[in-house]
């Protein structure tokens, strides 16, 4: 199968390319080539920004491709392109969604696409903006010659993500766990999550491609092993051999002290998350997610010591600090009684 891939070297679409070249596919990427990343042999690549929409459409109209795989797109502008662009030069078109796009709280448990309604709220800008892609996307499903496919990520990790922890602190949680420091938790870390990793993510990306069960319409990739927020603390506890020390502090304070850090939080993180699969593995029986929490959290943590992933020093005092403010008011309120 000839594929054209939007992207091809962030954290999700570097792992599609590689097991897309793997598995005998041709590959085409599209990207601005300001990323260092090594690129299979084997695949095209196609330098260039879509936001230079003549030049974009230039390009991809001599780019042969039965499938094209857009990872870029974050919000309705760029949906609109990709399906003037590619609405009727090939068989499908997959838009990478996420999660985020959903409105909160969830209507049905586990989440299914089918029973949720997209974000109208406008509080978090990554999520509403993705919500108006998949607006304009189902508007335009049977009405051009490809087939539209969405999916929904939901939280996932690899090497080279820079995503992870309650204050996107990444490697920091790692040294501090080591180092027995206390690490900041959301609630009483006890809310349930479906986190994805790349390889199991990839495969639903690759197994979706031709697959007539999962055009126009919409579906969840994610895990389904069902573990808490605290768990992926415990996850990297258990790679550095040490328990973690946590200070659980309430998502809506967490938001109020830092509220360009920590929006995701109240709206996303702070609701159960546990989406149903039903419907994907419906269309695509043979995907069965492989990659424990454990398993993959201790990829990403050797690929943060291989590498020497930077920390974030302004951040891990910034955690300090939260540690030692709510630990006091804690004391404090104990003392009341």
Known sequence: MNLLIIGGTGV?????????????????????????CEVPPEVT????????????????ASAAADTVIDMTCFDREAAEQTVEVFGNQVKQIIVTSSIAAYDRPYKSYPIREDEECLDTK????????KAEAERYLVSRMGKV?????????????????????ILRQNRNVVRRIREGKPVVMIGEGVIPWSFTFVQDLAEGFLLSCGNEKTYNDCFHVTNTEIVMWEDLYKAVGEAVGREPKFVYVPTVLLREMLPSVCAHLNFEKVHFSVFSMDKFKKAVPEYEPKVRLVDGVKEL???WEETDFPYDEERDRLEDEICRCYQEF????????
């Open 12 to 36: 999700i679409s570097r792992e599609i390319v590689n097991q897309a070249v793997k598995a005998g596919h041709k590959v085409t990427i599209f990207n601005r080539g300001s990323k260092k």
């Open 45 to 60: 690549v196609i330098n260039g920004d879509r936001n230079d929409k003549g030049d974009f459409k230039a390009k991809m």
């Open 122 to 129: 406008r509080e978090f800008t990554y999520g509403f903006q």
């Open 145 to 165: 010659n490809a087939a539209i496919t969405i999916i929904r990520p939901s939280l996932t990790f690899g090497p080279g993500a820079a995503n992870f922890g």
């Open 301 to 303: 943590v050797d690929w």
């Open 330 to 337: 804690r004391d404090k309120l104990v003392k009341l009684i």
